[in-house]
């Protein structure tokens, strides 16, 4: 059974410092994984999507990575800016072309 | 390129009712999911149409149904609401599967009073 989890639960940092957010999932045989935000009360919104024959995607300020192997994929945020205020969730298929599962998520505030 | 299209925003049910919820995905996409949101489980999967077809199921009672049509938008309905099912419901549409990555919509936000 796939499960993932996101560490940490919450973030609180300064404007301008870089951050990585964590996700880790039970079953390594994934295929892809995608990272998306929320901000309160809406829907999520889709950041970046990591093909298992890729290590690493990136858009602007945000980096990711994927290590199969360990299990986990981290989000990297670069000189963060308070509009990066949102809820950080990571996905991971349950089997092959199956449904996403979802992490807890990691909240974020980035402070003015 | 229009994206995903959820409808209605908001809604407020009494328990016992019904609700109907839809969802318009992004054209030429063919798979819609469903997924539950609350405060308490977080995001968790309902069901997913291809084609017209269930494809994939949650584990939710049977008062949590869909379909899909044929222009690929998608409808979900609960019978005989309960508190419970207050939650933010997504929907979320992708080319074929899970594969090609999930586009969400804006959710409906139900509550049951």
């Known amino acids: 059974k796939q499960e993932v989890t996101q560490i940490p639960a919450a973030l609180s940092v300064p404007e301008g410092e870089n951050l990585v957010l964590n996700c880790s999932f039970t079953d390594s045989a994934i295929y892809n994984l995608q990272w998306f935000r929320q901000d309160p009360g809406k829907g999520l919104t889709s950041l970046l999507l990591i093909q298992s024959s890729q290590r690493e995607q990136t858009s602007g300020r945000l980096n990711a990575s994927l290590d199969k192997s360990s299990g986990r994929s981290t989000l990297y945020i670069a000189a963060s800016q308070p509009g990066d205020s949102a809820t950080y969730l990571c996905?991971?298929?349950?089997?092959?072309?199956?449904?996403?599962?979802f992490g807890p998520g990691t909240r974020l505030s980035v402070l003015p | 390129k229009a994206g995903v299209t959820q409808t209605p925003r908001y809604l407020i049910k009494t328990r016992g009712q019904q609700v109907t919820l839809s969802c318009s995905p992004i054209?030429?996409?063919?798979?819609v999911s469903w997924y539950q949101q609350t405060p308490g489980q977080g995001l968790q999967f309902l069901f997913e149409?291809?084609?017209?077809?269930?494809?994939n199921k949650g584990n939710f009672p049977g008062r949590f149904s869909g379909r899909q049509f044929s222009n690929s938008r998608s409808e979900m309905n609960v019978s005989t609401l309960e508190l419970g099912d207050s939650a933010l419901y997504l929907c979320?549409?992708?080319?074929?599967?899970?594969?090609?990555?999930?586009?969400f919509g804006s959710g409906t936000r139900l509550t049951v009073v």
């Open positions: 149409y291809f084609s017209e077809t269930q494809r």
């Open positions: 996905a991971v298929p349950k089997a092959y072309g199956q449904n996403f599962v």
């Open positions: 054209s030429g996409h063919r798979s």
């Open positions: 979320a549409s992708s080319l074929e599967t899970s594969f090609d990555g999930y586009t």
